[in-house]
């Protein structure tokens, strides 16, 4: 959502003061995964510079609908962009990767039949995965900065976001009609049924913030 009119104001701020919990997750993930020197991994969703924190040599490849470009410089991991749809990566062959990582992006593919073609993708590239993705039922919409209105059916977002969201109001803008539907079809968050079903034999840790479930990390391979 950085590419809207909402990416202003102390939006940006309020962003920066997330990567403490970034950083946990990710020391969790070299923890579970271990991944070695050399591994290579897709990055589902992802952007290089997530990754100029890692301290071993791996080979990355961050696909997104457009193209990331960006400097190698700095960067430990050796990094690679594509443009690509992560829900249909048919020119990437079955089980050509080592881990399979994603961010918080399969709640913005579409409805449910892409979010289990995202995941399908997911389990057919990689012989591990590490795919985490924000809880329905936490209380704070953490795209929007609302409460509890994305547990309200879709029909009845739209005039709430409007009303609750306090994303349009940190950045001072007033969102049209038009921008509002596009803000609110952009996110499908999910609960961990639907996780389990869609990527079966995985494992599901729950992240959680103050009892809350705050996110799900569907994990494959790695530790018990």
């Given at each position: 959502?950085?590419?809207?009119?909402?990416?202003?104001?102390?939006?940006?701020?309020i962003?920066?003061?997330?990567?403490?919990?970034?950083?946990?997750?990710?020391?969790?993930?070299?923890?579970?995964?271990?991944?070695?020197a050399?591994?290579?991994?897709?990055?589902?969703?992802?952007?290089?510079?997530?990754?100029?924190?890692?301290?071993?040599?791996?080979?990355?490849?961050?696909?997104?609908?457009?193209?990331?470009?960006?400097?190698?410089?700095?960067?430990?991991?050796?990094?690679?962009?594509?443009?690509?749809?992560?829900c249909?990566?048919?020119?990437?062959?079955?089980?050509?990767?080592?881990?399979?990582?994603?961010?918080?992006?399969?709640?913005?593919?579409?409805?449910?039949?892409?979010?289990?073609l995202?995941?399908r993708?997911?389990?057919?590239?990689?012989?591990?995965?590490?795919?985490?993705?924000?809880?329905?039922?936490?209380?704070?919409?953490?795209?929007?900065?609302?409460?509890?209105?994305?547990?309200?059916?879709?029909?009845?977002?739209?005039?709430?976001f409007?009303?609750?969201?306090?994303?349009?109001?940190?950045?001072?803008?007033?969102?049209?009609?038009?921008?509002?539907?596009?803000?609110?079809?952009?996110?499908?968050?999910?609960?961990?049924?639907?996780?389990?079903?869609?990527?079966?034999?995985?494992?599901?840790?729950?992240?959680?913030?103050?009892?809350?479930?705050?996110?799900?990390?569907?994990?494959?391979?790695?530790?018990?």
């Open positions: 959502m950085k590419d809207d009119r909402t990416w202003q104001g102390v939006v940006p701020w962003y920066g003061k997330i990567p403490a919990f970034r950083s946990r997750r990710f020391s969790r993930f070299l923890a579970e995964l271990n991944p070695q050399k591994e290579k991994i897709i990055d589902l969703g992802g952007e290089p510079e997530f990754w100029k924190k890692s301290t071993i040599e791996l080979k990355v490849h961050c696909v997104n609908l457009d193209k990331l470009e960006f400097i190698q410089d700095g960067y430990l991991v050796r990094i690679k962009t594509s443009a690509g749809d992560c249909d990566l048919a020119d990437e062959k079955d089980s050509s990767y080592d881990i399979v990582f994603s961010n918080s992006v399969i709640e913005h593919v579409g409805d449910l039949q892409r979010q289990k995202f995941a993708n997911a389990l057919r590239l990689g012989q591990k995965l590490w795919i985490q993705t924000p809880a329905k039922y936490f209380p704070i919409e953490p795209h929007w900065f609302a409460l509890f209105i994305h547990w309200f059916p879709r029909k009845y977002q739209y005039s709430l409007r009303l609750f969201a306090l994303r349009q109001r940190f950045a001072g803008v007033k969102l049209s009609k038009e921008e509002i539907k596009a803000q609110v079809d952009d996110v499908r968050l999910m609960t961990k049924r639907e996780l389990k079903e869609m990527f079966p034999g995985c494992r599901i840790i729950t992240e959680r913030f103050f009892l809350f479930p705050k996110s799900y990390i569907v994990v494959k391979g790695g530790e018990n």
